[in-house]
């Protein structure tokens, strides 16, 4: 089992994951890319089933046995897990180096049972299909009360950390709450105490108006590109209705959700070739009543720039793209 | 120049500096890698000094005319800087999308007139060159009132988003204070409320106790694996003695620090096979009275991993490899 690490200086939390471990030799190592639409060794390809662990969600239309083929989409749990289901929340805390039992979840969401297709090429359906089991999940573990934050995440390409073609979205379930959702939820608490509002929904009121920094607008959502982006082409997906979970947004939002989703996606596959990127829904901690002021969010971090010293040491982002220049040329590609 | 832009929900600051900027097809190009001593066309070599700004200081064992060959190590302004010199400080906040006047210094220290060698190459007495140069620097910088803080960072390989072989070291001064330096002053300030004492000073205390996490140690520094450790072979070179910022530490510091941080860079370049990293320095923020609690360090991450979605958008990381593992694989290269 892993363990998940406190620092005393900084309070910031580290899962150390050593089953995930290579040699330092291999640290570096890439596997070549292929472009089939099946792999005959890909665990994720149909016929492969037996590769993974058992599944613990799959969509089969024309019905069928667990684990054999036939699955649209499959969830299993991670084979390399960062966090792992079984036991209890222990806080080791031997007044110094404090750390947590590494217990939570680790699941992997196989998109499609086709070997080669990206994300922007799910197509509304198969989008709206992804956030409906991951609906299904997060159901499912919201019920455990030892977990504290479902971490939903998706990375694309090999700068955004991703060794796999075929693509799947990662669910992490984490016994302790988020240091960046912490802080966001901290100024956003502060915010909404001077101003009794969501400084989320003004933002969506500032960026409407502005106009220059958005891509596309639905009737339910926002894709633009923050003010002070940290990456270029940063792009946030917002619903424009207040709410500080997904869930809260009911079953409904699911359809127009997957609709703005693929089409900011394909917008940035379409101009960017296909980049390499983070995608990362931001909401509230399980339990956290911070209904008020907190909204959830996409947040798609494309990696055309490496964060380096400056930015790992200060905290403070160096963009070289301007926001509004990037909105502009994504609505190019809308 | 380059506009600094903060996000109202979270209070993130990010450097707007579109001089840098590529059109997005160029980003991923990689120039290719030389191995020669001396390069034609690279702006940090002898006789190509017309290809950088004029310098603003320079080490002439035998003397020579400015911006002439002939030196040992070389400071220039950035030909693309994050931040500019010239103008005031000020702070835009029509209600909302504020920003601050893109002030400040982005200098680039080149620490050998050899065009491919590394940092671990430089000998101790070259170290303590560069770390002359750069307390020049500093007694330099700290004087404008403009300045809040004085980044000291080093970029060494393509994954640690440097492009050139020719070893630079990099200052940027901002008129702002980072976001991760303030953070650690606020939790660092928050112990000494609770326990009257020095977080890393403890630190250093548990850490020679403990022994397992020590790479080396000499009369005045320690060097260690982070009990949570963020990076796989993070390594931390911290003064014994206590003092919010480098200069407290007096100019009889800059060889033994030269010293000790040789030896570190060495015995990661001989474990790890010459890995790409970055070094940063972390110290007190300029006129920031936090002496009892704030102590300097220099944290060295070597980039074997790739941060993803899970850790830019929670905050937390996860590192595949044991901090007392990596310490006492190092050890056996000190």
Redesign the interface.
């Known amino acids: 089992m892993s363990e998940i690490?406190?620092?005393?200086?900084?309070?910031?939390?580290?899962?150390?994951?050593?089953e995930?471990?290579?040699r330092?030799?291999d640290?570096?190592a890439a596997p070549t890319a292929d472009q089939q639409e099946r792999a005959p060794d890909c665990p994720f390809c149909p016929g492969n089933e037996h590769m993974t662990p058992p599944e613990v969600l799959a969509y089969r239309d024309g019905g069928g046995r667990a684990d054999s083929p036939g699955w649209q989409l499959r969830v299993v749990p991670n084979r390399f897990p960062?966090l792992s289901p079984a036991g209890e929340v222990e806080v080791h805390d031997p007044q110094?180096?404090t750390n947590v039992t590494g217990v939570g979840a680790h699941e992997v969401l196989i998109e499609t049972p086709v070997h080669n297709a990206g994300p922007a090429e799910l197509g509304v359906d198969g989008a709206a299909r992804v956030l409906e089991a991951a609906a299904e999940r997060f159901e499912h573990l919201r019920q455990d009360p030892r977990l504290r934050?479902i971490?939903f995440?998706?990375?694309h390409g090999r700068?955004?950390?991703?060794s796999l073609t075929h693509p799947p979205t990662?669910i992490?379930a984490?016994p302790?709450a988020?240091?960046?959702?912490r802080?966001?939820i901290e100024?956003?608490r502060r915010?909404c105490d001077d101003r009794m509002s969501c400084?989320?929904c003004?933002?969506i009121r500032?960026e409407v108006t502005?106009g220059e920094r958005v891509v596309l607008e639905t009737d339910h959502f926002l894709a633009f590109e923050?003010?002070?982006?940290?990456w270029?082409?940063e792009t946030w997906l917002i619903p424009k209705a207040h709410a500080a979970v997904l869930e809260g947004a009911g079953a409904g939002y699911l359809q127009p959700l997957a609709g703005a989703l693929q089409a900011t996606l394909k917008a940035l596959h379409d101009?960017?070739?296909d980049p390499a990127y983070?995608?990362?829904?931001?909401e509230a901690p399980l339990r956290d009543s911070c209904e008020d002021y907190y909204h959830w969010h996409i947040?798609i971090?494309p990696r055309?720039?490496?964060?380096?010293?400056?930015e790992?040491?200060?905290?403070?982002?160096?963009?070289?793209?301007?926001?509004e220049?990037a909105a502009a040329?994504l609505r190019e590609h809308v």
Chains 1, 2 share one sequence.
């Open positions: 690490r406190q620092d005393e200086a900084t309070k910031r939390w580290v899962i150390i994951a050593t995930r471990a290579k330092p030799s640290m570096a960062a110094w180096f934050y971490a995440f998706r990375n700068p955004a950390g991703s990662q992490i984490t302790i988020p240091t960046n959702v802080q966001e100024e956003a915010y400084v989320y003004e933002t500032q502005a923050p003010y002070a982006s940290r270029p082409f101009a960017l070739g983070n995608l990362v829904l931001h947040e971090l055309l720039a490496t964060a380096a010293g400056f790992l040491g200060t905290g403070i982002w160096i963009n070289s793209v301007l926001p220049q040329y």
